[in-house]
T-cell receptor, first 117, second 115 residues
Framework: ETGVTQTPRHLVMGMTNKKSLKCEQHLGHNAMYWYKQSAKKPLELMFVYNFKEQTENNSVPSRFSPECPNSSHLFLHLHTLQPEDSALYLC????????????????FGAGSRLTVL | AQSVAQPEDQVNVAEGNPLTVKCTYSVSGNPYLFWYVQYPNRGLQFLLKYITGDNLVKGSYGFEAEFNKSQTSFHLKKPSALVSDSALYFCAVRDLLSGNTPLVFGKGTRLSVIA
């Protein structure tokens, strides 16, 4: 594995359910990210956390709620989702959000495949 | 604003032949450019990046990419393709003038290497 672990790997939920995705990194990184991956579309950045503080919310609907209790853990809480929210949700981390070179490499988890019925 | 385009959804190549996966970008300033690869049921893995210096960048698994400022391109290449190279490839860009803006990814190009 890459050092970024995501659970569960697969999740099927109804539109009225509440569930959470979990991400954990053991790399000592300070920045963590949630991306949405849909077929034949660019990766969509959803949320960014730097030192546990949210620095970016990319116009994500409120039915997605992130939580970052510490620099190693990131959650995505899901509530009243729609079928179009079905996708692969990727967590990533990087050493810093931006350095003087700006060339941070992202380390990704394997993703959580979400299906909304 | 920064953006990246991968004009091909799918690239097919015979094993042993050279491969090219295309990427063009748009930034206001100078770009940082990246290639990532995604194998089935895996997350994205970093392949290589261009920051500054030599326009030809060498990365993992024998891949390389050439930065061409006049054509605003950063095509990924490999001299001899392997079946194991079959995967989804993503180009990404970050503008040096963008402050803390994270990477912008393309939609990906699926590479199929046929034995």
């Amino acid at each position: 594995e890459t050092g970024v672990t995501q659970t569960p790997r697969h999740l099927v939920m109804g539109m009225t359910n509440k569930k959470s995705l979990k991400c954990e990194q053991h790399l000592g990184h300070n920045a963590m990210y949630w991306y949405k991956q849909s077929a034949k579309k660019p990766l969509e950045l959803m949320f960014v956390y730097n030192f546990k503080e949210q620095t970016e919310n990319n116009s994500v609907p409120s039915r997605f709620s992130p939580e970052c209790p510490n620099s190693s853990h990131l959650f995505l809480h899901l509530h009243t989702l729609q079928p179009e929210d079905s996708a692969l949700y990727l967590c990533a981390s990087s050493q810093d959000l931006a350095t003087s070179s700006g060339a941070n490499v992202l380390t990704f988890g394997a993703g959580s495949r979400l299906t909304v019925l | 604003a920064q953006s990246v385009a991968q004009p091909e959804d799918q690239v097919n190549v015979a094993e042993g032949n050279p491969l090219t996966v295309k990427c063009t970008y748009s930034v206001s300033g100078n770009p940082y450019l990246f290639w990532y690869v995604q194998y089935p049921n895996r997350g994205l893995q970093f392949l290589l990046k261009y920051i500054t210096g030599d326009n030809l960048v060498k990365g993992s698994y024998g891949f390389e990419a050439e930065f061409n400022k006049s054509q605003t391109s950063f095509h990924l290449k490999k001299p001899s393709a392997l079946v194991s190279d079959s995967a989804l490839y993503f180009c990404a860009v970050r503008d040096l003038l963008s402050g803390n803006t994270p990477l912008v990814f393309g939609k990906g190009t699926r590479l199929s290497v046929i034995a």
